[in-house]
């Protein structure tokens, strides 16, 4: 079975310019999870969906970043437009969702490591 | 504010030691604790999971300690090996899952 896909994996960029990052989750996966990861750091959640609902996105900055999980399989991340800071690592999580009070586990893909210039 | 602490950046070993790592926390009362494993370029992977009312979990030579009122997890891996070599880190809740920094482990033959 195919983990989590990402694409691209590497990116470099100017500042100021858009910049796209791309999400296929496990199959039947409802849950998808978008992380920022800085170097020696944890990742951060920055959105998490249910099916096509963002249900938490109080971690993204909204002024530049952006997602999209259309018909709740794949999801498109967004910045625009990139500044220096953006450089990380991006990953992207999924998991199958089964309530609130139970533990749900998440499975990563390789990451998208942005380079903003 | 919510605070995850992991004891050290960097453990270096020897084969066949046992690596502890520790995993503090403050102003949370998670209902899961896990530890991931995550190589250079990749993403992290998942090792083991705790829950709040457990307090040791063991899988092969990988050993979980979760004490809740010292809000503190321990991690042993026993007989290291340098396949072990990588970069560990403990994360709490589930959904909204909090990662600590890592600890950078080496096991040296």
């Known amino acids: 079975e195919a983990g989590v896909v990402q694409s691209p994996r590497y990116k470099i960029i100017e500042k100021k310019q858009p910049v796209a990052f791309w999400c296929n989750p496990i199959?039947?996966?409802?849950?998808l999870y978008w992380y920022l990861q800085n170097l020696g750091q944890g990742p951060e959640l920055l959105i998490r969906?249910?099916?096509?609902?963002?249900?938490?996105d109080s971690q993204l900055p909204k002024d530049r970043f952006s997602a999209e999980r259309l018909k709740g399989v794949d999801s498109t991340l967004k910045i625009q437009p990139a500044e220096l800071g953006d450089s990380a690592v991006y990953l992207c999580?999924?998991?199958?969702?089964?309530?609130?009070?139970?533990?749900?586990?998440?499975?990563f893909g390789p990451g998208t490591r942005l380079t903003v210039l | 504010s919510q605070k995850i602490e992991q004891n050290s950046e960097a453990l270096n070993i020897q084969e066949g030691k046992t690596a502890t790592l520790t995993c503090n926390y403050t102003?949370?009362?998670?209902?899961?604790l896990q530890w991931y494993r995550q190589d250079p370029g990749r993403g992290p992977v998942f090792l083991l999971l705790?829950?709040?009312?457990?307090k040791e979990k063991r899988k092969e030579r990988l050993k979980v300690t979760f004490d809740t009122t010292l809000k503190q997890s321990l991690f042993h891996i026993t007989a290291s090996q340098p396949a072990d070599s990588a970069t560990y880190l403990c994360?709490?809740?589930?959904?909204?899952?909090?990662f600590g920094a890592g600890t950078r482990l080496t096991v040296k033959p």
């Open positions: 999580a999924s998991s199958l969702y089964s309530g609130q009070s139970s533990y749900n586990e998440q499975f």
């Open positions: 199959s039947g996966h409802n849950t």
């Open positions: 969906y249910e099916n096509e609902e963002a249900v938490d």
């Open positions: 102003n949370y009362s998670p209902a899961y």
């Open positions: 705790i829950r709040e009312n457990e």
């Open positions: 994360a709490l809740g589930s959904n909204d899952m909090r």
